[in-house]
């Protein structure tokens, strides 16, 4: 964050050093409340999107398992193992 002029809003930069992955969020003011704020909604967006991208992965279809996707295997799994202890 710059304290140049007199503009309060300004704009907090999130930079990812490895892979040099930049996200820029505009803030009110300068302040620790504001800043802070918007380090939670920062957090908020990467997990939303990590959210989304796992559920992608999750419902694929998959060779391994007869062509369906990882969220129906799992919700079979259980099921499968009450059916196994209920015959014994």
Known sequence: MSSCGQVKG????????K?????GILILNRSATSMEK????????CL???NKALNL???L???CLGSKTTHEAFQEEPLH????????
């Open 19 to 23: 892979t040099q992955w930049y996200k």
């Open 10 to 17: 300004c704009i907090a930069t999130f930079i990812e050093r």
């Open 38 to 45: 918007t380090v939670k909604l920062f957090m908020k967006s």
């Open 48 to 50: 939303d999107e990590l």
């Open 61 to 63: 279809p998959r060779k």
């Open 57 to 59: 992965i999750n419902n």
């Open 81 to 88: 193992l009450i059916y196994k202890n209920v015959k014994k």
